[in-house]
């Protein structure tokens, strides 16, 4: 397993333009890709994304960690399936947690970034 290429704070709605803000303009970091529901900075060989997501009331960070073989991964991490958390589509991996529940997508490096 190795580190990904992302890294995600999922931000409640009502915190969402400030925590934008702060990394934009303070920590002067740049905006490298604006979706509808996110927004990507450059972090050094990764991209920090900040999620608004109008149905959670405090912050989370989830992370992406790379392997070839995703099932035996998530045996050697002894972690739960979290396949509910958000759709994978067109992504070979699975979204789990480590003990603390800081949620993981752990994929193949070669599916959809």
């Not at 990507?40 to 073989?69: C, K, N, Y």
């Not at 991964?73 to 979290?82: D, E």
């Not at 994978?88 to 979204?95: A, D, F, Y």
């Amino acid at each position: 397993m190795r580190p990904g290429k992302n890294i995600a704070i999922k931000v409640p709605l009502h915190r969402w333009r400030d925590t934008v803000a702060f990394y934009r303009d303070r920590v002067g970091l740049t905006v490298s890709r604006e979706l509808e529901e996110s927004i990507g900075f450059e972090f050094g060989a990764m991209t920090l994304w900040i999620d608004r997501v109008p149905h959670q009331s405090q912050v989370d960070v989830w992370i992406e960690l790379f392997d070839e073989d995703p099932d035996a991964a998530l045996a050697v991490l002894g972690s739960p399936q979290r396949e509910e958390l958000e759709p994978l589509t067109g992504v070979t991996g699975h979204w789990t947690s480590d003990p603390a529940g800081t949620v993981i997508l752990l994929r193949k490096e070669n599916s959809a970034s």
